[in-house]
């Protein structure tokens, strides 16, 4: 006792105030858990790839960056809103320093939206502000992301992945339109902004 009482810290506390020697505890207790959990990520990732079991999360579809522009899915005839038997929409991009193309796509309001992206050079970004949308586009990879507009307007959509020098002016934008537009197009048609 005489020895806990020439250390101010130790002597017994009012209630609600916690001991030097609980508080030192506690913290190496937590130390020791952090540590732990750490330990058990790292081991996860060495583990998954080591044995070849890293994958991309989302959607894991592979397509040749080199051949986008000749064949497939995301030749330049084919990129823009397309419409599905079901009424909902399909948009296709490709993003490439420093641009997307189509710059700008229209999109009916109110219906399901699937943007599928894929990139012809490095690694990009697709986001739009205040939605659900938000995905890395990787050469190699189609990138597809699934949403609804509510709400009729435009949407600025930055590149948000360092991509180089010209990164900072890579932009598009997302028009939400009335579905009257969409009304009566045969489902063959691809349309961008610039389709009256
Ligand atoms: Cu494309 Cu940053």
Same mark, same amino acid.
Request: hydrophobic letters at 40%; aromatic letters at 6%.
């Given at each position: ?59 894991? $579809? #592979?397509?040749?960056?080199?051949? #986008?522009?000749?064949?497939? $899915? ?86 948000? $992945? ?26 063959? $048609? ?7």
């Amino acid at each position: 006792m005489a020895e806990q009482s020439t250390n101010p810290l130790r002597r017994p506390l009012p209630d609600g105030i916690v001991p030097e020697d609980v508080v030192a505890r506690t913290e190496k207790r937590w130390i020791a858990t952090m540590a732990a959990m750490l330990l058990l990520m790292m081991a996860i990732i060495v583990v998954t790839g080591i044995t070849g079991a890293l994958h991309p999360s989302s959607n894991v $579809e #592979l397509i040749d960056p080199t051949t #986008l522009h000749l064949q497939g $899915e995301f030749v330049e005839s084919n990129l823009g809103t397309a419409l599905e038997p079901d009424r909902s929409v399909t948009v296709r991009m490709i993003a490439t320093q420093y641009d997307f193309v189509p710059q700008c796509v229209d999109v009916p309001v109110g219906v399901p939206v699937k943007f599928r992206l894929t990139s012809a050079d490095v690694v990009h970004g697709f986001l739009l502000p205040d939605t659900n949308v938000n995905t890395m586009v990787v050469p190699g990879f189609v990138a597809e992301v699934r949403t609804r507009f509510t709400q009729e307007g435009e949407y600025v959509m930055p590149c948000h $992945e360092f991509c180089g020098l010209g990164h900072h002016a890579m932009w598009a934008h997302v028009r939400v339109v009335p579905q009257s537009r969409f009304a009566n197009p045969t489902f063959t $048609e691809r349309r961008t902004c610039a389709t009256q």
